[in-house]
């Protein structure tokens, strides 16, 4: 009788685990062959390496937090000192040392042509009450992207601290707290993609398309967590892009800021939805998990400093592979 029970028990988990499961993402017969990212922390590094691997196809970048490609350099020490908190020991990469990787890195072919940058458009974001990654490192990447002629802008005025700058959802403006969303009465989302996208539609009231989990295991080689991403990630489809063709935005969390730690938070309030819905344009939230053992990432950040294997800044890095692979599925053929 035990047996029968234990075996019941074990056959109505995996139907409802089954019953729960995210489903495959569509392809929507999206506009693929360019999209646009933004990213804060972590995910603002994650932005500015897809922005430079992928320079033929990542028309914008937004980066909140974040500093320039390749500051790291392949260490987690580097990353958590010259990169966030630089100091007279612990100085930022100079621009010459990381254009030279980036010039490196095109003629190996590991990288698009850095021409590509000069083409594009770029909305920097730095919080006057940002202790966690210091302004000046956002001015370090302003300076980054000055080298190869983008045409960009930072805001620096707003006494943010770290987190997403939203116009009236989150914690104090002034805070560093989980979930990391701030009510700085300044809708980032919407500045930058206005300065990414060009002039948009305003926003509705509220979101009205499909936010929906969508399996990322795909679009990892069938093991996401192998590279520290999610099983799970989210999309966002207004109604119109469910048979119309749309625009794609990719949005990167930040450290301690995916599902696994804030649940829907983050994908429903940084507020990006509700521009979507009006300006037909699909935004898809990646999602990146914690991980201990074998890879070390223990705040789920995105892998900006080499925790994925030496390519992780290359077309060749495993995150930023996946994430191309998950634009080209929405620019798919309806079914």
């Known amino acids: 009788m035990r047996a029968r029970s234990f075996a019941a028990s074990l056959l109505l988990a995996a139907l409802s ?10 392809g929507l017969g999206a506009e693929g062959s360019t999209f646009t990212v933004s990213g804060i922390s972590s995910g603002g590094y994650m932005a500015v390496q897809l922005h430079v691997a992928l320079s033929s196809r990542v028309q914008g970048a937004a980066a909140i937090a974040a500093g320039p490609y390749y500051c790291a350099q392949g260490s987690i020490s580097t990353a958590m000192n010259n990169c966030m908190t630089p100091g007279s020991w612990s100085p930022m990469p100079s621009t010459g040392v990381l254009k030279a990787h980036v010039e490196r ?17 770029v909305w920097l974001f730095s919080g006057t009450n940002d202790q966690t990654v210091k302004p000046e490192v956002v001015e370090a990447l302003g300076r980054f992207y000055a080298a190869f002629n983008a045409k960009f802008v930072v805001v620096n005025d707003k006494p943010a601290g770290h987190g997403m700058v939203t116009h009236n959802v989150g914690s104090a403006c002034g805070a560093t707290e ?10 980032a989302a919407g500045e930058l993609l206005r300065f990414l996208l060009g002039p948009l539609s305003p926003p509705g009231p509220k979101p009205n398309g499909r936010l929906f989990a969508f399996d990322q295991k795909p679009f990892a080689g069938g093991n996401a967590y192998s590279i520290s991403m999610a099983d799970e990630g989210y999309a966002y489809v207004p109604r119109d892009c469910e048979a119309e063709r749309c625009r794609v935005h990719v949005v990167l969390h930040g450290c301690r800021q995916g599902a696994e730690h804030i649940g829907e938070r983050f994908v429903r309030d940084a507020g990006y939805n509700r521009w979507a819905d009006s300006n037909r344009l699909i935004v898809v939230y990646p999602q ?40 080209d599925r929405l620019s798919g053929a309806r079914k």
Not at 178 to 187: A, E, V
Request: proline fraction near 9%; hydrophobic fraction near 40%; charged fraction near 20%.
């Open 178 to 187: 989980p979930p990391f969303i701030n009510d700085c009465d300044f809708d």
């Open 288 to 327: 990146v998990v914690a991980r201990f053992f074998w890879i070390y990432n223990p705040r789920g950040c995105w892998d900006w400093w080499g925790y994925t294997g030496t390519n992780y800044a290359t077309k060749e890095g495993a995150q930023i592979r996946a994430i191309g692979r998950i634009v």
């Open 17 to 26: 685990s089954a019953a729960g499961a995210a489903e495959p993402l569509p």
């Open 105 to 121: 890195l095109a003629i190996e072919k590991r990288i698009d042509p850095p021409g590509y940058i000069a083409k594009s458009r």
